[in-house]
Every structure is written in C-alpha cells, then in structure tokens.
C-alpha cells in the first residue's frame, strides 16, 4: 500500500510540477456518508431446516478531496454493526452446513462478531480529460470482478487503474489489483486468501473441496477496450488475468434502436476461459480448478423500453470442458441471465432463460420488477461437471423500488425470491438447504449524503 502511494505521487509530482507556479489554488470537500440498513432472511415452506435472519446496519464515513482541476483524494471508513440476529453462525442440524445467505451480511471469517469497521477507501487520482490514474484503496465495476451490491458493502480493491480515451469513440483501461477487501469480509486479503471464503463446493472427484486458505495467486490483471458505434451501439472487450488460477476473455455487443414505440434493446456477448498455472495449488487436492479447464460463454438478449417499461428476454449457454469459474467473492456474473441471490458459475454446462419487466411510476417515484428464470445446470451426480451438487432451478424475483419524496437521496429496496428445482425426482437435503425449496426477503434502505 505504502508502496503504491509513493510511486503515485512521484509521477503525479514529476508531472505537474512544472505546471505549479501557475496554477491557482482551488481546493473543494465534499462528504461522502452512506448508511445502509439491511434486512435478509430465509424460510424453507416445505422442509425442517434451519431458517435465519438478520438484521445489519453500516455507516461509511468519508470525503473526496480536489485540488485544483485534475487531482481527487477518496477516503472513507465502513463501520458494520449485527442488530439483531438468529444464531447464523450455528451449522444447520439436518445438513452440517453453514448459512449461506445472512453470514454475508457481516463477516464470513468470524460470524459471531457484532461490530467491526474496514479503511475501506483510501485513493488518489490524476485525471486530464484524455486519461486519469488511480492508486490506493478503490471500487470497481468490470465484468467479472465487481461490487455485486446485494450485501452491506461493495467488493473494493487494492492496486493501480489506469485509462486512456484518445477520441470520443475509444477508451482504453488496465486494472493491477494485488489485494482486496470483499464483501462479508473485515480484513484487505491477497487475491489467494479470498477465494474460499464463500462456500467451496466439492472438487472434481467428488470429495469436500479444500482449497480455502491454499491457494496461491498474487495479483489480478484486467485490461478493457470500448468502442462506441454511433450514438446507439458499443462494443467492449475484456480480458481478466487470475495468476496462476485462470484467465477470461469477455467480448460484448449491444445495439438500442430508436422506434416510434419506444426502444428496442439488444445484446450479444461470448466469452471464453482457460486455466492457468497449477489452478491455485499443485496438489490436487487443494487445488481451485484444473490447468486444462477450457469452457466457453454465449449470452443473448432481446427486448423493449419506454419512460415507463423496460423488458428484455435473456438467454445464456455454457460449455466446453471443465467447470467454469469465477469466485463469488470477486463479483456477480457478467453474463445477461444473472439475477441477484444466485449464480451460474462452477458447471461445466449451463442454459439459462430469463426474463425480465420493469415498470415505473413517475408519482410517486416507485418501480415495480421481476424476473423469471429457468436453469438448467449440469447433472448433480456429474461431480467433475457440477461443482456445488446444485440441481436445475427456476427463480422468480419479485421486487420494489421505492424514492422517498421529502427526503433526498433516500431509497428503498424489497426483494421477495422464490427458487424451486425443476427435477421431480428426490433431492437430498445438502441438494435442497441454501439452494432450492426456499423463500428469501431483503428489506434495504440506503441514504447518501449526496
């Protein structure tokens, strides 16, 4: 970290220290505080599982510096605080498996802990209207490693972003992340110490997976193109380099055409990934994923929006050969068919139909949305191909959006999910708890102070 600073500023300070003399001293404070309250629990209808809640609250506290016109300085402190709970971190009786869901409120690496607080933005940026730098402590929204805001907090990492934008068509960006601080997490870890935190599944032989705490990767490496077409298309390219874990390659077109109706909306993405180095670990058993692990991606969308509606029909194709993989600690997916409190990552087959409607009233500012998807994932007994002995579901998520009127920048959240399995054959209860059979509630309201 200091590191990182101190290679900053000497750029920046060679840079602009020509520039000093003549410059006039502008300097501006603006807050940042965001409060968050949080909601969450899980009820199994038709099973004798151990059903959670949990109520959580955070407070960032924080503030953006500039200096003159190119400079910003972002700083803010997270505090987290477990209100009210049941006992998520006792392991359910039936299954021997932890909670999965309310744990990622607070801190999956000491369940029990009811206050603890992160340094959880600290950066300096130089930015001219061609290209910008920033180093230190810092969010980030790419394709596969990226805030999935569906907790607390948003992932954060640690390193250098860098971006060039030479016209108004392209733009070009590199990511060098050596540490993170992911959701559910108190502590800034190294790229190897985050991957397990989350539930890990089995590996390809059908054992306990026990790479938690055994892998080794030391940095991530994304580089993006993006590319406008006119004013109603882009393109964009992404690679994301895991050392010694994996790398994918993400290529996305989408295309929104005006019409006396509305717009039409559509979308097209392909990815391919491969292993890289000794997959986290040389022993086999400790290992994240396979050196020879080769998957591809395609994803699709369709659909229609005016002032009022937005709808879309999504569908996404997996395979190749291997599992495809992407930590859960690092970000939701990128493909169109994610919906929130679920993943498709960790199959080696995966094909998904979502759809998807939003309607929104003007007065009072409320909008009203679902999703509908169906799954259909690798076979359960296929262990080399399905790696969290997940069965094929369908997910329906019913949901508000409501903008308090009197008060500014003050919203709220509610989220109703239903999964069920659509094999009509006997699950086992470790197939049922966490994953299907269930109906889970979010409850978020969040407040910023600009």
Known sequence: MKQIFLISFLIFGFYNSGFAQEKKVELSVN???????????????????????ALGMTLNLGAIIKYQENWKLHVGFRSFANVASSEIWELDPATGQGN????????????????????????????????????????????????????????????????IAPD????????????????????????????????????VSGRPAQYFGNTSSDWLGIWEIDRKIASDSKIHFSNTIAQNLFSTYWLSFEKNRKIESGIVIMGLQSGFQHG????GNPN??????????????????IGWKNMKWTTHLNYTHVGGGGRWLSPREWGKDAWYTFIPRERNEG???????????????????????????????????????????????????????????????LDFHFI????????SSDLSPNQIYNKVELLHFNGIINWRWN
């Open 276 to 279: 890289n180095g000794e997959g």
């Open 100 to 163: 999965r869901y309310e744990t990622g409120l607070f801190d999956l690496l000491d369940t029990r802990s009811r206050f603890f607080g992160k340094l959880e933005t600290l950066s300096l940026e130089f930015s001219k209207e061609k290209f910008g730098i920033k180093a230190g402590r810092m969010g980030i929204n790419s394709d596969w490693i990226n805030a999935q805001d569906g907790r607390l907090s948003p992932t954060a990492v640690e390193g250098v972003n860098a971006w």
């Open 416 to 423: 109703l999910v239903s999964k069920e399995p659509l094999t």
């Open 347 to 409: 199959f080696e087959s995966v094909n998904a139909v979502v759809a998807y409607g939003e309607y929104r009233f003007q007065k009072p500012q409320v909008t009203l949305y679902g999703h509908l998807g169906f799954h259909w994932l690798s076979k359960t007994e296929d262990t080399f191909a399905n790696k969290y002995n997940f069965p094929s579901y369908r997910q329906v998520n019913l949901g508000v959006k409501l903008q308090a009127k009197k008060v500014t920048n």
């Open 31 to 53: 807050p940042d505080i965001h409060f968050r309250s949080f909601w969450m629990n899980t009820n199994y209808p038709k099973n004798d599982f151990k059903e959670d809640y």
């Open 168 to 203: 108004k068509h392209w733009k070009f960006s590199l990511w060098g992340i050596g540490r993170m601080s992911i959701r559910g997490s108190s502590e800034w870890l190294s790229v190897g110490e985050t991957v397990g935190i989350y539930p890990v599944g089995r590996t």
């Open 284 to 301: 086999p058993d400790l290992k994240y994923n396979e050196a020879d692990d080769m998957n591809y991606a395609l994803s699709g969308r």
